[in-house]
């Protein structure tokens, strides 16, 4: 039976309508799973609501990819009646009342929630350690040295050791991106304004992006199928009309033109996954497809983390102001509103949280405004400039998804004020300034952990990156990608 998890959402479907299984079994065997998760990666198990929602299921649709598929949720995604704590103290106990309507449409084609996965605190990190249950570990190290990244790191792990299918995540400067690397999967982040982020935890709402894990490309797209669309609770997200991603995913076109950034390259150092690299880039050119380098100014790409740092820090410490231990929060004995809110912020949030609230705060000081958050804004501007001219001439930018394997708990190796920092680090974060469509796929493997290959797209071009993305998927070979299945 087990074999069901290692199924993709597609290959699941097909077992529906085969009759080969009920959605009542997959979801036991989802439960035992996920009850025997060493990965530190569940924040909340759903055991009651999934077992009672797949015991209502009988007969699949042929039209409906996710009936009866189990699905985790980031635990930044309000669901009513469940406990959401954005993987802080301060939002211990904390039920909403209503579901984020990503989570809405889900339940509404009867997809199965199984959990709350764990995540950075508030969606603030990247390594997958600040939360308040403590790290997640990368399931393709059972010694749980190494870390899968964030801040969706619980989401990526469930998915990536073959428990659930799918996962929801959301990505404010690579936090679904930089996990898919770091586990084999594929990570989406649509063009900013495409996916609703109504019931989403706000970070720094201009880079927040609702994106998702798969084990496929082509799960990608139908995911996309289903979450994209204009949400009237949601004023920034954009009216269109619905696109069948996985219709014409395999409508590709050997006139696409891909860019590589020289500066970007140049500031990895690792062979192997270098030389995987460009065999990928010699495959795509054997298609007849342009593959070009072109080059950005190394300066400008160096100020990418310290432009996001600003920018973030300022958003998220206006956006979690309400977390005061009156509006949300535990309530703590104070005199005036000022010793209640510093007692409950003081207990409810962790170090790193502190650190960026005060530093948000600094930046957006009248005194300081100038100097930092409006002089981070411009600057995102003049590199959202420079992409844009990338794009006159090219269809997609195309480049490694980090510097190396995901790295040790303990790894201290990598200079802050280095290239292979500031630039390979830290690059995916374009993506976010400008709202590019942007996903992250398997390429290799190094000691036995995988690393990942990045496609941007043009804002909007979704359909083109998902078409691009599954010639890449079969090229690398590299489908449906699990521990499970590395590991046997």
Not at 124 to 150: K, V
Not at 167 to 182: C, E, F, M, Q, V
Not at 339 to 347: D, H, I, P
Request: charged share 20%; with cysteine; hydrophobic share 40%.
């Amino acid at each position: 039976m087990k074999k069901y998890l290692e199924y993709t959402i597609y290959q699941l479907h097909q077992a529906y309508l085969n009759k080969e299984v009920t959605p009542l079994e997959v979801i036991k065997e989802v439960i035992a799973a996920l009850k025997e998760d060493k990965n530190n990666a569940i924040e909340y198990l759903m055991e009651k609501e999934a077992l009672e929602k797949a015991s209502k299921l009988v007969d699949c649709p042929s039209d409906n990819y996710f009936w009866g598929i189990p699905f985790a949720i980031k635990d930044n995604f309000s669901t009513k009646d469940v406990p959401t704590t954005g993987g802080s103290n301060i939002l211990n106990g904390y039920i909403p009342l209503y579901n984020a309507t990503v989570v809405q449409k889900l339940y509404d084609l009867n997809a199965i929630p199984v959990c709350k996965a764990t995540l950075d605190e508030l969606a603030m990190g990247g390594s997958g350690t600040s939360g308040h249950l403590g790290p997640t570990f990368n399931p393709y190290d059972n010694t749980h040295q190494h870390l899968i990244g964030g801040s969706s790191s619980g989401s990526a792990a469930l998915v990536a050791a073959a428990i659930v299918p799918f996962s929801l995540g959301s990505d404010t400067g690579d936090s679904i991106r930089k996990p898919a690397s770091y586990s084999a999967l594929v990570g989406y982040k649509p063009t900013w304004s495409l996916i609703s982020r109504y019931g989403l935890f706000p970070f720094a709402p201009s880079l927040d992006t609702v994106g998702f894990f798969t084990r496929s490309v082509f799960d990608a797209s139908i995911a996309l199928e289903v979450l994209a669309g204009h949400d009237f609770n949601d004023a920034t997200s954009r009216k269109c009309e619905p696109v069948c991603y996985s219709k014409n995913i395999g409508n590709f076109n050997k006139n696409y033109r891909l860019a590589t950034i020289k500066e970007i390259d140049e500031a990895i150092t690792d062979q192997h996954i270098l030389k995987a690299y460009q065999d990928l880039l010699n495959k795509i050119k054997g298609l007849g497809v342009v593959v070009e380098e072109v080059s950005l100014s190394k300066k400008l790409l160096e100020t990418l983390f310290p432009t996001y740092f600003v920018i973030s820090c300022a958003e998220a410490t206006s956006n979690n102001a309400n977390l005061d231990g009156i509006k949300f929060g535990p309530y703590y004995d104070g005199k005036t509103y000022q010793e209640v809110m510093m007692n409950a912020r003081t207990k409810g949030f962790s170090e790193l949280i502190k650190r960026r609230f005060v530093f948000g705060s600094y930046a957006l000081m009248k005194e300081n405004q100038n100097d930092l958050f409006i002089r981070a804004k411009r600057n995102r501007m003049r590199i959202i400039q420079e992409i844009n001219k990338i794009f006159a001439k090219y269809d997609f930018i195309i480049s490694l998804a980090s510097s190396g394997v995901a790295p040790t708990f303990d790894n201290n190796q990598l200079d802050k004020l280095s290239d292979e920092y500031l630039i390979a680090e830290n690059h995916l974060v374009i993506g976010n300034f400008a709202g590019l469509p942007s996903i992250t796929l398997p390429l290799g493997f190094e000691d036995n952990l995988p690393f990942g290959v990045n496609l941007s797209g043009k804002p909007f071009y979704d359909q083109d990156v998902l078409i691009m993305a599954k010639k890449i998927e079969e090229l690398t070979g590299l489908e449906n990608i699990s521990s499970k299945r590395c590991q046997k």
